[in-house]
């Protein structure tokens, strides 16, 4: 079976080609980050225009990579939410339009569901249970993931992302949008300790977390700093802002794996990509005789693959009255605040 799956819920436009039994066969991205870094952040009607121009382009890019004719595809997946409407639409208009045309199933994804399941593309692939941290530049919560659409939220951010949270200290240091790669870099050739910044929640009964005071924190030195553009204290400032998200992450995922008694760690989101979070995250599974997982390295960003792997997942649990319906389907729509719990559930 192959599923060409589709995602452009914002600023990548992502394209992949699962096949059951031979997995991952091509993918492409194109990322709209030296368009938007102009503005500081994601301009949602740029970013839909990009997605119109690059998306039937990358699709045929990956069928001629993987030697495949549209003909031969099974199933097209997309991700139909949650992210910005106009980026939405195009994906999934384009998606149905192909799945008319072919008489195929139309499947659609759930961004978060994506990343839960895009550890599955690396070797070995976790089993489930497992506890999963989703961690990116809109989200940072804990999930317990008992099996596939069985999915309890255990805690998250009250405020600010620990992605939003980097970039919003990368502006604070000079440095351009967006800030995980440049702040992780600097933060390596600062010292532990020289500067110590506030941990929030760290503490707390709950697994839930907050990056705004830590933001505010950083904002505090920068404004006191005798010369905030002294390359010493900017490297020491975001190593110090690093290992405060590190030890609020690690502490939580432990905290996490004790109490649900799951020793399987799945990391996913475009800050799983962060060196010191992943070492953290493995050091203190080691410790618990537990395992991390991330996605491969080129897979943490959104991408084609996970939409590919969890549409596939979830046709292979359809009956076969269901796929006939899903290939009849003619309507469709962007669904920008979806929650996790209505995909899973889809007749709540």
């Known amino acids: ?8 819920s914002c600023d990548e436009t992502g394209i992949a080609l699962i096949d059951s039994e031979k997995g991952l066969l091509a993918h492409a991205i194109h990322t709209q980050i030296d368009m938007h870094r102009a503005y500081g952040g994601v301009v949602p009607e740029l970013a839909s225009r990009d997605h119109i121009r690059r998306v039937i382009v990358l699709a045929d890019q990956v069928l ?10 099974d199933a097209v997946a997309v991700t139909e939410g949650p ?18 045309a072919l008489g195929i199933p139309v499947i659609g994804v759930h961004h978060l569901e994506g990343h839960l399941l895009s550890a599955r593309l690396a070797d070995p692939k976790p089993e489930f249970p497992f506890i999963a941290l989703l961690v990116s530049g809109g989200h940072t919560q804990f999930m317990k993931v008992s099996a596939f659409g069985q999915y309890e939220l255990l805690g998250e951010t009250l405020d600010d992302a620990a992605g939003e949270a980097f970039d919003k200290t990368a502006q604070l240091l000079g440095e351009c949008y967006p800030g995980g ?20 929640m760290l503490h707390s009964k709950n697994l839930d977390m907050s990056f705004s005071g830590l933001k505010t924190a950083v904002l505090t030195q920068v404004h006191n700093a005798p010369d905030p553009k002294d390359e010493t204290f900017r490297r020491n400032l975001a190593r110090g802002f690093v290992d405060a ?22 990391v996913a989101g475009g800050v799983s990509a962060n060196k010191q979070l992943r070492n953290g ?15 491969p390295m080129h897979l943490c960003t959104d991408n084609g693959a996970m939409i590919a792997v969890a549409g596939m997942t979830r ?18 729509a962007a669904k920008p605040r979806w929650t996790l719990t209505q995909a899973a559930n889809p007749d709540l």
């Open 1 to 8: 079976m192959k599923v060409l799956g589709i995602e452009s």
């Open 64 to 73: 001629a990579e993987a030697g495949v004719k549209k003909t031969e595809i």
């Open 83 to 100: 992210g910005l409407a106009g980026a939405l639409l195009v994906g999934t208009s384009v998606a149905h339009a192909l799945g008319y």
């Open 181 to 200: 790669p440049a702040v992780s870099r600097l933060a390596d050739e600062g010292t532990p300790g020289a500067i110590e910044l506030p941990r929030p």
């Open 245 to 266: 998200v590190v030890d609020v992450l690690v502490t939580k995922a432990t905290k996490a794996m004790k109490t649900t008694g799951i020793n399987r760690l799945v």
């Open 281 to 295: 995250l493995i050091a203190a599974c080691k410790k618990r005789r537990a395992r991390a997982y991330f996605p």
């Open 315 to 332: 046709l292979m649990n359809m009956t076969d009255e269901q796929r006939e319906q899903a290939a009849r389907r003619l309507g469709f």
